[in-house]
């Protein structure tokens, strides 16, 4: 199975900041990563798919880039709304794998 | 609108069996790839099973291999979970979600199961 390492576990910054979140994986998945945020009591939602194509919907502040085995997410002006969980997940290949979050709290 | 409902969460009894259902809506349900993913209390997410538009293509977590079963009726819009010999370790928040590109982009609110004696 392709393990997935998000880094940092967690994250605190202020409104205006630009912030990074990586993900590894422990083999090749090409370009098949997408990140999701999850808010407290909700379901996850797609922010960002094929490494760098923008859900529709979701405010271009956020950009995904990498390819192979690392990758990031980027946040380039922290809004208040923000604030949550952060996963990163391969469909390379079956299984696919989540990482383990990265949460974000605005400060 | 897309929309996805889960059902058929509750208690169960170590070794014991239940069958979640995720009805579709707002698409077309037959030409959908769609997932299970749960998150246990606290946890993060895990991916548990797929199953292709036409039943054709069936995979599953190595944890739930040969216990969980993945179907569909494309005729109902729905999707289906059949979980058995169930674990504590399968407490967890059940989500439905349709498959695009390589993500899961349509997420049901999710149904909750406990496995407790």
């Known amino acids: 199975d392709i393990q997935m390492t998000q880094s940092p576990s967690s994250v605190s910054a202020s409104v205006g900041d630009r912030v990074t979140i990586t993900c590894r994986a422990s083999?090749?998945?090409?370009?098949?990563l997408a990140w999701y945020q999850q808010k407290p009591g909700k379901a996850p939602k797609l922010l960002i798919y094929?490494?760098?194509i923008l859900q529709g919907g979701v405010p271009s502040r956020f950009s995904g880039s990498g390819s192979g085995t690392d990758f990031t997410l980027t946040i380039s002006s922290l809004q208040p709304e923000d604030s949550g969980t952060y996963y990163c997940?391969?469909?390379?290949?079956?299984?696919?794998?989540f990482g383990q979050g990265t949460e974000l709290a605005i400060k | 609108e897309v929309q996805l409902v889960e059902s058929g969460g509750g208690l169960a009894q170590p070794g014991g069996s239940l069958r979640l259902s995720c009805a579709a809506s707002?698409?077309?349900?037959?030409?959908?790839?769609m997932n299970w993913v749960r998150q246990a209390p606290g946890k993060g997410l895990q991916w548990i099973s797929y199953?292709?538009?036409?039943?054709?293509?069936?995979y599953y977590a190595n944890s739930v291999r040969g216990r969980f079963t993945v179907s569909r009726d494309n005729a109902k819009n729905s999707l289906y979970l059949q979980m058995s010999s169930l674990r504590d370790e399968d407490t967890a928040l059940y989500y439905c979600?349709?498959?695009?590109?390589?993500?899961?982009?349509?997420w049901g609110q999710g149904t909750l199961v406990t496995v407790s004696s």
């Open positions: 979600a349709t498959y695009s590109s390589g993500s899961l982009d349509h």
């Open positions: 707002g698409f077309i349900f037959s030409t959908y790839n």
């Open positions: 199953i292709g538009s036409a039943t054709n293509d069936i």
């Open positions: 083999q090749g998945v090409s370009s098949w």
């Open positions: 094929a490494t760098s």
């Open positions: 997940q391969q469909a390379n290949s079956f299984p696919y794998t």
